[in-house]
Structures are given as structure tokens and as C-alpha cells.
């Protein structure tokens, strides 16, 4: 028995109770002695921490002992029903537990649709991730889905089928395995915090059906819906005002966070949390490496609070991360929280979700290219970048959604921001607004109360790209692409699992048409989600061809180059960093290190050429002599290091 079971009386009556009913279980199937006692070992490490967690959410359930022994018995089963070849993962992530903070991790997310129509052809697109670097894919949600609207399939009528669009089950599973011989993780959602209003729970939920009417906050009329709407915000106010929908059916209020047709699940039940993890672990078991835990923000809800960020929310997922532990130990969590840094990393640990979304460095990219200034970056950066140990970020520049200025107004305020006004000028810069503005993104969810908005765009469209081409302006172009390559050069090595949405590779532009879609019109985001080209990569290799081509070989080129230099570099694995002292306010600029190697980042965020001391650099950690490893170009510590235009550079002592 551990130490902590023994100091935990309650958890160890309570397991002991639960073991001969796990015994018989175990007589039912076909399970090893091997297995039995691995998953057996695990339980017992981590039964005091589950049971705690578990018995603070569910303890004052007149059915809580029931609803834990199926949840044990649920993690059971799907250890069971693991396929061998996971179990075998499974077992060298034990022993490879910081894997997923090497530099050699690179990530890619797509819409299989999108991209390749469905998961066969997907397959056949292995090479184009291999050539460009790729070692994580991360598949939109790819599930069967309600008719018509189903916000880019994050309203999943069944999460153990997939669109029958896109393929099967199977087909997923052979993806998996390829992807796996390829050296390339899956990452898939697990799309927890509402269904689909046809998935089946939602169904006998309109059919009255008490047992399933308790998965969902289903109220007959507004009293109480209006006690909780004065303390909560409204994430899509353009789709509906407030958080919950009028159902004809029923005659009935539901909550409702996202679109009026997701539903929210009510945590609050322990029949629900029972539900979704077995769902959760059916997922695991099709060959998922790291499961995206989507918007993690909205899974409890108290009255008088904002539902957002609260205590039992991450009670729920550390729950989950422990009967991961148990029946698919070698699965990750990577949590979606595009709310306040602060709320950010709370849910960030090795016991909750070992990788993160790194929306506010997104967010603060853009905003150091607006301003042509680096202050609030760096200000971020110097007390926000450090993680737990065995914990890591995603870095991206674009994802399917949104960008939210979701930097501390304390932040900024410290170098002389104001967070309001700030917010109002990147929402003017960003939609083109702005007088001399590059970017042409659209407005998200603008909330004409508040003043709020949010916006969509490709990445190569806000960076200038897209106007210039327009233009037909050699010099925007050439800008733009320095733009761009300046961005893909920070997020490639500050630290954490760059992430590209596929597309940006080669400068993906705004797709105006999504309009013509009745499904998609009324979302804005569809502006940055258009249909493969396939067509435009053949081009790549040519070495002739139109001005747009070179500019998408040019991209396509560096950052395929500059992953590759990225992988050669091992200061970049994990998250030591240490900014330079600057004295040139346009220049972003960090040390990174790991064992004896070490990296010296620096990017111009301006158009006009800027200088750094050589003398900094030197007492930063380079000798005489040093090498941008990017342009390949030595330099001498002796004089100042002269940066061109948004150029960034890598640098290393020769
Ligand atoms: C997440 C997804 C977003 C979706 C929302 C509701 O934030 O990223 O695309 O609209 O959840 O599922
Ligand atoms: C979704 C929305 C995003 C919102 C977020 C909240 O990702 O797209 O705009 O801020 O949910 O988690």
C-alpha cells in the first residue's frame, strides 16, 4: 500500500471496497496478469488523488459510491479494450516523459475536408507533412455532425463516429497508424463542454426522458436563466444575445454558451462526467496522442459567478487526467483556454493539462507588428513564459478561430498602455481601419454594447500579403513576406510546439466566398478556413513561374528551412529563456538554452533597419564570433549587429 493511501483512510476503505468488485470484473475478460497488475499499480498511485478529486466534485450525491465504482470501472474497461500497439507506447512514454518538449516537435492543423476531402486521401498527404517537417497533426474535429451548421463540426451529434463525409472509425484508426509509422502524433478534440441538440443524449432529453433532461441546463422558464445572465459574458453576441435558447420542442430554456444548437453539459452530474469519459477513453483507444480539450473555460457553473475559469473546472479535468493516467497513460492534455494569461496557466500541470495554447504571445505577436514596438511583448514575456517542469506551450500565429486581445491590462499599463484603447486600436488596425494599416482582417463577433470585437483573418492577410498583392506593390510584397518569416522565426524558437495552420506554409490568403454558404455566412471565421489548393503546391518546386508563385515558394522554402534549422537545434527544446536587455525599442530579442548549447533570438518588429549592440550580445553569451544560422552569415561581436527590415536572426557562437 503507498504512503498516501495509508494517510488517506477514507480513499483506502473506499478502494478496498471497490477491489473484489474490479476482481470480478477482471474474471470477465480476457485481460494478462501483466495488465491487470500495471493497471493495478497505477491505481494505486493515483487512487488518493482521484478519489479527492472525485468525492469534493460528487461527495454530497445520495449516489456517489455507485457512480465511482463505474468510473473505475469504466477506466478499466478501457484498458482492456487498448489495442497492443498503444500499450506499447504507453510504456516508452513512461520513460520518455518529456518528449513532447523537444525541439524536434513541430505541428501542423488542418480541416480534413478542407485539406483533402476525407481521411483516405489524408493518408496519401503523409509525404507533403514529412517534406515540410511535421511531427504532430492536429485533425479538426472530424466527428458525425448535426445537419447544416455545426460550427466547423464542433457540434458532434456522435463522438464515436466519424463524418461519414470524411470516412469511418477505421479509417481514423488506419490514419493513426500510419501516422504513427511516419514519427507523426495525432491530436485530436474532445469536444467536452456541449453536444450537438441531435446527439442522442439531447434527444431523450427532448423526449422528456428524466435521467438524460439532468445531462444538460434545461430551465421552463427565464427566472433563473436571468439570474445567471447578469454576472455572465457573451461569447458569440452575434448569434444570439445571451447564453441560453428557446427550444420549440420542449417549450424550454438551454444553456447554450456557444451557438444556440450546442448544448452545454451539466458537470454537475456525475452521470455526465461518466458519460464523456468514456467517450474521452474511446478516443484515447483509436490511437490519439494528445486529446485538445476544447474550451475548457465553460465547464462549470456557479450562480453570481462568471462560469468561466472556476476551481471545479479544473477539479474536472485533473479528474479526467488521472483516469487518462490510468487506462491510456501515454495520452496528453492540451487545453483551450483563450481567456486571461492568468486564468491561462492555471490550467497548466503535469496533472492537468501538460500543453497549453499560447494565445496571449499570439495575440502579442500581432500587436508588436501593429505598434512596430516590442515593450508589452517583452513586459508578457518576462514573467509569463516559464511553465511547470513537464509542461510545454503551443505556439501559433492563426488556428480556425479568432484572435482576442487577451493580453493584462496591468501588463500594459506597466509600459504606459491603456488596455482599452489598445484594444480598440489593434481591432482598427487589424480590420484595416487603421490609416496606413497592411492587414486586411475582418470583424469577429463585434458586440456593439460593449465595443468588444474580435478578428478573423489568414495570417498572410493580416501581415500585409493580401493588400500588397492588391497593390501589386513590389516593396509591400517583399515586406509582407518579411513579415511573416519574422513571426514563423519567434514562434519556431521561443519555446513550445510551433503550430501551423496548414496553409501558411505558403500564405494562405482571405476566402471571401464563404459567404455564398448559407452554413457558414453568418461566421466570420470561415474567412481563414478555405479549401486547399492543391494546385498552388505543385507550383513549388518550378523554378519559373508568376510573381504569386515565388512568393508562395519563397514562404514555403524558409519555413521548411527554418523548421529543419529549428530540429538542429536543441537550446530549443523546452522553455528556458532569458530576454535581453534592449535599449532599441523595435527589437524582440531572447536567449534560449539547454544544457551547454544556447540560441540568441532577435527580430526586428519595424520596416526601418535597427542596430544591436555587439557589445550586448557578447556579454549575452556569444563570443567574438558568431553565425546567424538563418542567413548563414558570420558576424563580430566587435560591432554592432545591423538588422534589416522585420529581419529575424538565429544566432549561434562559431
Ligand atoms: C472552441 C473552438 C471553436 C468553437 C468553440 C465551441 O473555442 O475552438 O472553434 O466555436 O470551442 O466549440
Ligand atoms: C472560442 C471563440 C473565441 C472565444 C473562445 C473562448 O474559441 O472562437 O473567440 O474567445 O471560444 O474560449
Same mark, same amino acid.
Given at each position: 500500500m503507498s504512503n498516501l493511501l495509508k494517510t488517506n483512510p477514507e480513499a483506502e476503505i473506499s478502494l478496498r471496497r471497490l477491489r473484489p468488485r474490479l476482481e470480478r470484473f477482471w474474471q470477465t475478460t480476457e485481460a494478462s496478469l501483466e495488465e491487470i497488475r500495471d493497471f493495478d499499480e497505477r491505481l494505486t498511485e493515483i487512487w488518493p488523488r482521484l478519489f479527492r478529486l472525485l468525492i469534493d466534485l460528487y461527495g454530497d450525491r445520495y449516489d456517489f459510491f455507485y457512480h465511482l465504482e463505474e468510473i473505475l470501472l469504466s477506466a478499466a474497461r478501457a484498458w482492456c479494450d487498448r489495442p497492443q500497439d498503444l500499450k506499447e507506447l504507453d510504456r516508452h512514454r513512461v520513460y520518455e516523459e518529456n518528449w513532447f518538449r523537444s525541439e524536434k516537435l513541430v505541428g501542423g492543423a488542418l480541416y480534413v475536408d478542407l485539406f483533402s476531402e476525407n481521411l483516405g486521401r489524408l493518408r496519401e498527404c503523409i509525404p507533403y507533412f514529412k517534406d515540410l517537417g511535421l511531427t504532430y497533426l492536429h485533425l479538426m474535429p472530424l466527428f458525425a455532425v448535426r445537419p447544416g451548421d455545426n460550427d466547423g463540426g464542433y457540434a458532434i451529434s456522435n463522438y464515436r463516429s466519424v463524418d461519414p463525409r470524411l470516412g469511418t472509425i477505421e479509417d481514423l484508426r488506419l490514419l493513426g497508424q500510419d501516422l504513427r509509422e511516419a514519427g507523426i502524433s495525432l491530436v485530436l478534440d474532445f469536444v467536452f463542454n456541449h453536444t450537438s441538440d441531435d446527439h442522442e443524449w439531447a434527444k431523450l432529453a427532448q423526449s422528456n426522458d428524466p435521467?438524460?433532461?439532468?445531462?444538460? #441546463?434545461?430551465?421552463?422558464?427565464?427566472?433563473?436563466?436571468?439570474? #445567471?445572465?447578469?454576472?455572465?459574458?457573451?461569447?458569440?453576441?452575434?448569434?444570439?444575445?445571451?447564453?441560453?435558447?428557446?427550444?420549440?420542442?420542449?417549450?424550454?430554456?438551454?444553456?447554450?454558451?456557444?451557438?444556440?444548437?450546442?448544448?452545454?453539459?451539466?458537470?454537475?452530474?456525475?452521470a455526465v462526467f461518466r458519460a464523456m469519459l468514456e467517450e474521452m477513453l474511446f478516443l484515447?483507444?483509436?490511437?490519439?496522442?494528445?486529446?485538445?480539450?476544447?474550451?475548457?473555460?465553460?465547464?462549470?457553473?456557479?450562480?453570481?459567478?462568471?462560469?468561466?475559469?472556476?476551481?471545479?473546472?479544473h477539479s474536472i479535468i485533473q479528474a479526467y487526467n488521472a483516469l487518462a493516467k490510468l487506462a491510456a497513460p501515454g495520452l496528453l492534455f492540451k487545453s483551450e483556454a483563450i481567456v486571461h494569461p492568468d486564468d491561462v496557466v492555471r490550467y497548466i500541470s503535469p496533472d492537468e493539462c501538460q500543453i497549453s495554447y499560447n494565445p496571449t504571445l499570439m495575440a502579442l505577436l500581432w500587436e508588436s507588428l501593429a505598434t512596430r514596438e516590442t515593450k508589452l511583448i517583452r513586459q508578457s514575456t518576462s514573467?509569463?513564459?516559464?511553465?511547470?517542469?513537464?509542461?510545454?506551450?503551443?505556439? #501559433?500565429?492563426?488556428?480556425?478561430?479568432?484572435?482576442?486581445?487577451?493580453?493584462d491590462d496591468q501588463d500594459a499599463a506597466l509600459v504606459g498602455i491603456n488596455g482599452y484603447d489598445h484594444r480598440q486600436f489593434l481591432n482598427n488596425f487589424y480590420t484595416g481601419q487603421f490609416p496606413g494599416s497592411f492587414a486586411h482582417g475582418v470583424p469577429f463577433q463585434h458586440n456593439h454594447e460593449t465595443g468588444d470585437m474580435?478578428?478573423?483573418?489568414?495570417?498572410?492577410?493580416?501581415?500585409?500579403?493580401?493588400?500588397?498583392?492588391?497593390?501589386?506593390?513590389?516593396?509591400l510584397k517583399d515586406l509582407a513576406i518579411r513579415r511573416i518569416q519574422l513571426l514563423h522565426g519567434i514562434t519556431l524558437s521561443i519555446g513550445g510546439i510551433p503550430l501551423l495552420y496548414l496553409g501558411e506554409e505558403w500564405g494562405m490568403l482571405n476566402d471571401y466566398d464563404f459567404v455564398k454558404d448559407p452554413a457558414k455566412a453568418g461566421d466570420t471565421r470561415w474567412i481563414h478556413r478555405p479549401k486547399m489548393r492543391w494546385e498552388f503546391l505543385e507550383d513549388l518546386g518550378d523554378q519559373l513561374g508568376s510573381d504569386e508563385r515565388m512568393i508562395r515558394r519563397r514562404l514555403f522554402n524558409s519555413v521548411k528551412r527554418m523548421i529543419a534549422l529549428r530540429k538542429s537545434i536543441p537550446a530549443i527544446s523546452g522553455l528556458d529563456l532569458e530576454l535581453v536587455p534592449l535599449i532599441n525599442s523595435h527589437v524582440f530579442c531572447f536567449v534560449r538554452s539547454q544544457g551547454g548549447d544556447r540560441l540568441i533570438v532577435a527580430g526586428n518588429f519595424?520596416?526601418?533597419?535597427?542596430?544591436?549592440?555587439?557589445n550586448l550580445l557578447r556579454t549575452a553569451g556569444l563570443g567574438r564570433f558568431f553565425e546567424d544560422v538563418i542567413s548563414e552569415t558570420t558576424f563580430q561581436t566587435s560591432s554592432n549587429l545591423k538588422l534589416d527590415p522585420y529581419q529575424v536572426v538565429w544566432l549561434k557562437r562559431v
Open positions: 435521467e438524460y433532461r439532468d445531462f444538460y #441546463y434545461i430551465f421552463p422558464d427565464r427566472t433563473i436563466p436571468d439570474q #445567471y445572465e447578469r454576472t455572465l459574458r457573451e461569447i458569440f453576441p452575434t448569434v444570439r444575445r445571451g447564453n441560453f435558447t428557446w427550444h420549440d420542442g420542449m417549450e424550454q430554456w438551454v444553456w447554450t454558451t456557444f451557438n444556440s444548437y450546442q448544448w452545454d453539459l451539466k458537470y454537475r452530474n456525475p484515447a483507444n483509436v490511437g490519439v496522442d494528445i486529446l485538445r480539450l476544447d474550451a475548457v473555460a465553460f465547464i462549470w457553473k456557479q450562480m453570481g459567478t462568471s462560469c468561466e475559469n472556476l476551481e471545479q473546472a514573467h509569463r513564459h516559464q511553465l511547470p517542469n513537464e509542461t510545454i506551450w503551443v505556439n #501559433y500565429l492563426r488556428c480556425h478561430d479568432d484572435i482576442g486581445w487577451t493580453f474580435r478578428i478573423s483573418g489568414t495570417m498572410a492577410s493580416l501581415a500585409g500579403l493580401e493588400q500588397a498583392i492588391q497593390l501589386n506593390d513590389d516593396h519595424s520596416e526601418e533597419p535597427q542596430e544591436i549592440s555587439g
